[in-house]
């Protein structure tokens, strides 16, 4: 197999892997893949998490490495970088979508409040800082009375 089709099929395989917090999302349409790259007859995956202290960086390092080794590189390396930090505008307009599929708000820093992912409603207001992850807070919307986490922005 040449170089470019190996490096292509080890992108791939990596770019399909679920972020082990919001599942229904990629770590490529979160943009916490930066690169795979030929180093030698190494593959190395980049990644950056969403913030320093993500829980799931050691897990997500670990799911590339896995999968890379299962598909037939057993040789690949994860090489997670930290600078730049990771941002909000790196997730991709699939993972927005998905966002709004899975029924969180996706981040918009043109919005003081996000708009509900159920119903569309502007009318929303913040009932904690905190969601089920460090990178969500939780709000409720005043049309529809649903609660739903949203993306901070950063």
Not at 42 to 64: E, F, H
Not at 117 to 130: K, N
């Amino acid at each position: 197999m040449s170089a470019n089709n190996r490096l292509a099929r080890a992108r791939a395989i990596v770019a399909a892997l679920p972020d082990p917090e919001i599942p229904a999302l990629t770590i490529e349409d979160l943009g916490m893949l930066r690169g795979v790259a030929l180093d030698g007859d190494t593959i190395v995956a980049t990644i950056t998490p969403s913030y320093i202290g993500c829980p799931a960086t050691q897990l997500i390092a670990r799911d590339v490495a896995d999968a890379l080794a299962g598909a037939g590189f057993p040789n690949a390396r994860v090489h997670t970088i930290l600078a730049p930090a990771w941002s909000t505008d790196w997730i991709t307009e699939a993972g927005r979508r998905k966002l709004v599929e899975a029924g969180i708000a996706p981040p918009d820093r043109s919005r003081l409040r996000p708009p509900c992912p159920l119903c569309g409603s502007p009318e929303t207001e913040q009932l904690s800082a905190f969601g089920s992850t460090p990178c969500k807070a939780l709000h409720r919307c005043l049309a529809c009375k649903e609660p739903f986490e949203a993306f901070k922005c950063h």
